[in-house]
């Protein structure tokens, strides 16, 4: 069996492609498509200060991916992205770090 934690970012790529999620709201209330390398990028522009190779920001992708419906909002995007990293803070304490940049 597989883990968890061995997810790739072609994973995520393949749990987007069948969401019915194809937008997310803006905070200016414009509508934007969901692109996964947004998501991923954004969590890397918050690890500027942490040592990356005790996290992986593909496990932390892919779990955001699944959270996705259609009409999401971003700050509901960071929130998820947030929770999903306070709940990894039991694999590396970096990953509470990285969730309370959000």
């Given amino acids: 069996m597989e883990s968890f934690y061995s997810r790739t970012f ?21 509508k934007q498509s969901i692109e996964i390398n947004s998501i991923k990028e954004r969590l890397e522009a918050l ?18 991916v699944q959270g996705l419906y259609e ?11 947030a929770e999903t990293c306070a709940y990894m803070n039991i694999i590396h304490p970096h990953y509470s770090i990285l969730g309370i940049q959000f």
Avoid at 71 to 81: H, R, V, W
Wanted: charge should be neutral.
């Fill in 47 to 64: 690890c500027f200060e942490l040592e990356t190779k005790y996290l992986n920001l593909n496990v932390i992708t892919y779990r955001v």
């Fill in 71 to 81: 009409g999401i909002t971003t700050q509901e995007i960071d929130n998820l992205a």
């Fill in 10 to 30: 072609e994973d995520a790529e393949k749990i987007k492609q069948h969401s019915k999620a194809k937008f997310c709201t803006k905070r200016d209330g414009s």
